[in-house]
């Protein structure tokens, strides 16, 4: 099966910029994760989708991201405005929620984010 | 903040040495996963125990859960250089906490 596709890859910003991630979960995951990664840390979970719904976003500012999963498939999250502490790698996972091992989460590539 | 620590941070061993790396927890958990992360295949998953289990394994990796003590270990045998990467240990509850990770090198 096709992984979790993120996109873009890498992007540099100036503080106080904009930016959107995408992320495409794997087909029939309803479960969908956004990560912070700061370097040198653990991942830290954002949001949590069940479908288009919102299960978890206790630890997202929402002063300044939001994100979103109209259809219960593909995501984006945004940063407005960037401040320079969002400098991290940006991770989606996914996690099908039945049958055996429903609790593994499968994880993008990542989106390295840089504001400058 | 982090719910898992590892310890050590840093490990550096020979191939087909043992490597060992440990979390600890603070809270209650219904089970712990262990997660590799390197820049080849990101973070990918390797093994999960429940909180009402002692001891797991696949393949190369040992994982033990001691709830009593809020810990848990990995043990990778005959360590290969392709398993150079970071190891994070991830406490579930209604969610995954990942600790800081354990970054292990495996020099041939």
């Known amino acids: 099966e096709a992984g979790v596709a993120q996109s873009p890859r890498y992007k540099i910003i100036e503080k106080r910029q904009s930016v959107a991630f995408w992320c495409n979960p794997i087909s029939g995951h309803a479960t969908l994760y956004w990560y912070q990664q700061i370097l040198g840390q653990g991942p830290k979970l954002l949001i949590q989708f069940q479908n288009n719904g919102v299960v978890d976003d206790s630890q997202l500012p929402k002063d300044r991201f939001s994100a979103e999963r109209l259809k219960g498939v593909d995501s984006t999250l945004k940063i407005q405005p960037a401040k320079l502490e969002d400098s991290a790698v940006y991770l989606c996972a996914s996690r099908r929620d039945a049958g055996v091992n429903y609790n593994e989460q499968f994880f993008g590539p990542g989106t390295r984010l840089t504001v400058l | ?108």
């Open chain 2, 1 to 108: 903040s982090q719910q898992g620590e590892e310890d050590p941070q840093a490990l550096s061993i020979q191939e087909g040495e043992n490597a060992t790396m440990n979390c600890s927890y603070k809270t209650s958990i219904n089970n712990l996963q262990w997660y590799r992360q390197n820049s080849g295949r990101g973070l990918v998953h390797l093994i999960l125990i429940r909180s009402n289990e002692r001891e797991k394994h696949s393949g190369r990796l040992r994982v033990t859960l001691d709830t009593s003590k809020k810990s848990s270990s990995l043990l990778i045998t005959a360590s290969r250089a392709a398993d150079t990467a970071s190891y994070f240990c991830a406490t579930a509850l209604n969610k995954l906490i990942f600790g800081a990770g354990t970054r292990l090198a495996v020099h041939p």
